[in-house]
């Protein structure tokens, strides 16, 4: 038999009392946050970017499920490459931290890739948000 003890993690709270914020709410609170966002249908695609936290997110709302067996990955544009940035849990509405250097991207885009992700973005691109 094992035994393992199960601790709920607590909030850190950091210097004057302050609870830390999860990375999507520190980019999305940040004094420098530039909000970008393009419409697809009804869907809507919203991007948060803190160049100081060389950070952002992505929110979409509307956003229909993706077709089975598929999913939605999410791309930063760097120069001329798209770079692989995350997944986008189902469709409908949600927020997801880029993974990725979102200070220098100059774009953010979304796809319908095989579950598990692709090397590169299939096109056409379902969405694409604009850095400038």
């Known amino acids: 038999a094992a035994w ?11 210097e004057q ?5 999860a990375a999507p ?15 697809v249908g009804a869907a809507t ?4 970017r803190s160049a100081s936290l060389n950070k952002a997110v992505i929110a979409t709302s509307n ?13 930063l544009r760097q120069g001329k490459t798209m770079v692989a940035a995350g997944f986008i ?3 409908g509405s949600s927020t997801v931290l880029l993974q990725g250097d979102a200070a220098t991207a100059a774009a953010a885009g979304i796809t319908i890739e095989p579950v598990g992700g692709s090397l590169a973005p299939s096109l056409p691109l379902v969405a694409l948000v604009a850095l400038p």
């Open 45 to 48: 695609a919203t991007v948060v």
């Open 4 to 14: 393992h003890l199960w601790s709920q993690a607590q909030p850190q709270v950091p």
């Open 89 to 91: 849990p189902g469709g």
């Open 17 to 21: 009392g302050r609870v830390q914020l």
């Open 25 to 39: 709410q520190q980019v999305l609170q940040a004094r420098d946050a530039r909000r970008f966002e393009t419409k």
């Open 63 to 75: 956003l229909p499920a993706a077709p089975q067996g598929k999913a939605y990955e999410l791309w």
